[in-house]
């Protein structure tokens, strides 16, 4: 019944306490695992617990959840609970060890990214459109309010699916789920019209803001005339162009759609939420045309941000209140105090080394005008895909190597994606095109031109079309990253920063102190900062690595075909995915979970093979398909099941 991107968000009358995914505190990415540990956190955090709760809502109409229930009892005998309330308590009773007797409510997907967007966007009268692949029995919802009153005006048929005709044609070109970001990207690079007549033949713009998707019957038309790339091809320019073709349609049916309604309603305001949403080229088109004097998009625009519209949908509004503009989201996990994250940081002694220095904004400003590509993680965590400086890797803005250093080295993905700029509000003008009446941009969700005297000179953050994934920094909310800022451009001439998630290809947004420690001592980042502590790593690094505990990762196992041809593995439990790993490290792992490398490999009998054991288990480190923790401290999933 759980879907992908599990989130849990605590509201009090109308505002946000706490807001973290599970995947930041399970460390499994898109995790579809009921939030077990979002929820006792979100209850920590508000210092409270399960019965002090007054609704307890779950993103799910009914009717859908009750039919996802039935179809899985039909196949597995052992499940005979069809009830999706009964199933929910239960849940809720296996997570947190409480029988909740409180109100529980099931709120349709749609009606809950519906929320996500009004309640969040400040506004008592708009348009509200929310795009996706699919939730319940819809792809999408056009819902007119007015004096905060929704009017549905259009339920999205999942043949009509702008998410799912995006997924899919992301097939033919290599990717795969949750990577249709990466398509977006790609398409700067290319022409649309060498595919422009292939794709206008896979759907048709009909009167009222509706279109016809030739969804399931488009794998003829476009294997007659596009060859599909294999996923480890090289990217070629055909590639590039299906990818530009394929955005052009995306655009040309959202705007189709959203021309009819804005016309329809005479609204001049656009709220927005659910995947389609993050499509932030699209968006910066809508921006820049002028057909909406504001667009408001919803940071948390996933499914991790239904979480969040569950709990607005079912919070008693008075008529007529108005909540503010949503600002910021830094709702997850803070840092703990000073001391404590120097305690843990002394964990790692001899891996890494480290100082408190007297003032952090000047002198980590000065190592990134030096060319360093710094790990950045201060207070609360943000809440949705995008890190806006509190869980960020920064570097200089100006120059385009640090690009190809970050994709190739740190982040290990495709050297077209490009990297998004954290700039001071003050200065947004200044470097960005953008409609006057556009004063902040806090969320990273559009993209905007580089202003032509710029582009050279900002090589890092500029893509390939001259445009940038802007995000402006308020000192009233991020005072820490503000002044990081400001600095910068005291060293540099422009007051930015290259902004990116902190994070390696295989894991989750980091959230704890140990979570940025593993991912710096993994990668080859130059300096992490925390608070403000500057860590360095040891050149001699491995040999304490040789003394670290080493734990498979929670969703692997260790697999073996014995025989002539002998296979060892480690495997995902859900996808099947397979990594073939020595007989010598089979031997290793398959000693006692939590024991230190040196004693599993002493005791397996391969400690001779020393050197070769370190380069597999570094490359599976940094896969994250096991956990090196320093022994004489707490491992990092140990941490957070505590907390």
């Known amino acids: 019944m759980w879907w992908h991107d599990a989130a849990a968000v605590l509201v009090r009358d109308g505002e946000v306490v706490a807001a973290v995914e599970e995947e930041r505190l399970s460390r499994e990415k898109h995790t579809s695992r009921f939030p077990q540990r979002a929820i006792s956190w979100c209850l920590a955090q508000a210092g409270i617990g399960l019965r002090d709760v007054d609704c307890i809502s779950y993103y799910a109409g009914e009717r859908h959840a009750r039919g996802c229930l039935t179809a899985v009892s039909a196949s597995n005998p052992g499940i005979v609970d069809t009830d999706p309330l009964s199933v929910l308590r239960d849940s809720l009773r296996r997570a947190v060890d409480v029988d909740y007797a409180g109100r529980l409510e099931l709120v349709n997907h749609h009606k809950a990214h519906v929320a996500s967007a009004h309640r969040m966007s400040g506004w008592s009268d708009c348009l509200v459109v929310t795009v996706d692949g699919r939730g319940d029995h819809e792809a999408g919802m056009v819902t007119d309010v007015r004096d905060n009153r929704w009017n549905t005006l259009l339920e999205l048929p999942i043949a009509e699916s702008l998410g799912l005709f995006y997924e899919q044609m992301t097939w033919y070109i290599g990717f795969g789920r949750f990577e249709e970001y990466k398509v977006m990207s790609l398409a700067s690079y290319g022409d649309p019209a060498p595919y ?7 759907y048709e713009l009909l009167p009222e803001g509706r279109f016809r998707i030739s969804l399931g019957r488009e794998a003829t038309d476009v294997y007659d005339h596009f060859k599909p790339r294999h996923r480890h091809e090289p990217i070629a320019r055909k590639d590039m162009d299906f990818a530009a073709g394929m955005q052009e349609a995306l655009e040309d049916m959202m705007g189709h759609l959203l021309r009819h309604y804005r016309a329809a309603t005479g609204h001049r305001r656009l ?9 932030c080229a699209m968006t910066g088109r809508l921006l820049l045309e002028g057909l909406f004097d504001e667009i408001f998009v919803q940071p948390a625009s996933n499914d991790a941000g239904c979480a969040l519209g569950a709990a607005l949908c079912t919070t ?4 007529g209140k108005v909540a503010p503009q949503m600002e910021h989201c830094y709702w997850g996990p803070s840092l ?9 940081i002394e964990e790692w002694d001899g891996v890494v080394s480290y100082r408190r220095m007297t003032d952090p904004s000047d002198e980590v400003a000065a190592l990134l005008a030096d060319g360093a590509i710094i790990g950045w993680a201060q207070d609360r965590m943000e809440f949705g895909p995008r890190a806006l400086g509190n869980r960020s890797i920064v570097a200089d803005a100006r120059f385009a190597a640090a690009t190809k250093r970050i994709n190739g080295a740190i982040k290990k993905r495709d ?3 490009p990297f998004a700029p954290s700039v001071l509000e003050e200065e947004l003008h200044t470097y960005f095109e953008l409609p006057a009446s556009v004063r902040t941009l806090p969320f990273m969700v559009f993209t905007a031109k580089v202003k032509p005297a710029f582009r050279e000179k900002l090589g890092a953050i500029t893509h390939v079309d001259g445009t940038a994934r802007v ?35 295989a894991e989750p947004i980091v959230s704890s102190i140990e979570d940025a420690l593993a991912c710096f001592v993994s990668t080859d980042l130059d300096y992490l900062v925390v608070g403000d502590f500057l860590v360095s790593k040891r050149a001699d690094r491995t040999d304490a690595l040789w003394r670290y505990r080493v734990r498979l990762g929670p969703v692997y196992e260790l697999w073996h075909r014995p025989g002539k041809n002998q ?5 995902h439990v859900s996808s099947g995915a397979q990594r073939h790993i020595s007989p010598a490290l089979f031997r290793l792992l398959s000693g006692p979970e939590g024991s230190t490398v040196a ?8 400690a001779e093979s020393r050197v070769a054991l370190m380069n597999e288990l570094l490359a599976l480190w940094n896969a994250r398909i096991v956990d090196l923790s320093p022994a004489g401290g707490t491992s990092r999933r140990q941490s957070k099941q505590a907390r």
């Open 196 to 202: 422009r007549k292939l794709f206008r033949g896979l």
């Open 316 to 319: 008693s509004w008075p008529d």
């Open 567 to 571: 296979i060892h593995e480690i495997r």
């Open 415 to 417: 050297n077209f994606q």
């Open 471 to 505: 995000q402006t920094i308020s000192r009233r909310h991020n005072p820490r990253y503000w002044s990081l800022v400001r600095a910068v451009g005291k060293h540099t001439g422009f007051p930015m920063v290259l902004n990116t998630s902190f994070n390696n290809q």
């Open 271 to 279: 709220a927005m939420a659910g995947g389609v949403a993050l499509n």
């Open 336 to 344: 703990p105090a000073a001391d404590e994250v120097e305690r843990l």
């Open 599 to 606: 004693a599993l490999a002493e005791a397996a009998g391969v």
